[in-house]
Every structure is written in structure tokens, then in C-alpha cells.
């Protein structure tokens, strides 16, 4: 069974930083692409970043390119996402999740298979 446990949501002033991180069970992390989404009150969920199973590349939404950066450290088994000018927008619940086996970056939430609990991100204005 994997289990995904996500840390370090919080209030944050607009403009502020947060960094996510993710912790991962099971013995196949370093072989699987991970990721985050998010989602907020009354909407979809949606694709925030994710991360090649090799560390090797990232895939970012636009409206977080420049902002927000993905990574990986596979010796914690361990997935993070820095979070920078945060805007009152990128209020929402953060899901880390994980990916295809050996996997290129993807953005469809019906190509994750696992999903953490959530941690939820509130910018204030």
C-alpha cells in the first residue's frame, strides 16, 4: 500500500513563499513520476506541476510557471514544491500525487494513481 503524507501548507501573505513537501511510502518512488495538484472551493481539481520518475524534466500550469518549482529527492523518497509569489488564486488544497511507472511529466488527473490526503494552502490578500 503507498501512502502519500503532505506537510508544510499553512497562511500565507500574498506575495509570500510556502514549500510542500511530500513524503512517500513504498519501495518503487524512484521509479514512478510524481507530482502536485490542487483544488479550490467550487472548482475542478487541476495539474499544478509534475516531475519525470528520473528527476530529469518538469511540467508546470501555466498560470504557476516562474512561481512555483517541483523536485525530488529520491534518497527520502521525498517529492517538494517551493512556492513563491503566492497570489490569493493559488488558494486551495494541494495534493501530492504519484504518477506512471518510469513516467514522462503528465497533466491529466486520470493518469495518477495514487493521491495523498491534501494540505491546504490559503494566501491572504
Known amino acids: 500500500q503507498v501512502q502519500l503524507i503532505e506537510s508544510g501548507g499553512g497562511l500565507v501573505q500574498a506575495g509570500g513563499s510556502l514549500r510542500l513537501s511530500c513524503a512517500a511510502s513504498?519501495?518503487?518512488?524512484?521509479?514512478?513520476?510524481m507530482g502536485w495538484f490542487r483544488q479550490a472551493p467550487g472548482k475542478e481539481r487541476e495539474f499544478v506541476a509534475t516531475?519525470?520518475?528520473?528527476?530529469?524534466?518538469?511540467s508546470y500550469a501555466d498560470s504557476v510557471k516562474g512561481r512555483f518549482t517541483i523536485s525530488r529527492d529520491d534518497a527520502k523518497n521525498t517529492v517538494y514544491l517551493q512556492m513563491n509569489s503566492l497570489k490569493f488564486e493559488d488558494t486551495a488544497v494541494y495534493y501530492c500525487?504519484?504518477?506512471?511507472?518510469?513516467?514522462?511529466?503528465?497533466?491529466?488527473?486520470?493518469?495518477?494513481?495514487?493521491w495523498g490526503q491534501g494540505t491546504q494552502v490559503t494566501v491572504s490578500s
Open positions: 500525487v504519484r504518477g506512471p511507472l518510469f513516467g514522462d511529466t503528465w497533466s491529466r488527473p486520470r493518469d495518477v494513481d495514487y
Open positions: 513504498g519501495r518503487t518512488f524512484t521509479q514512478h513520476a
Open positions: 516531475i519525470r520518475w528520473s528527476g530529469e524534466g518538469a
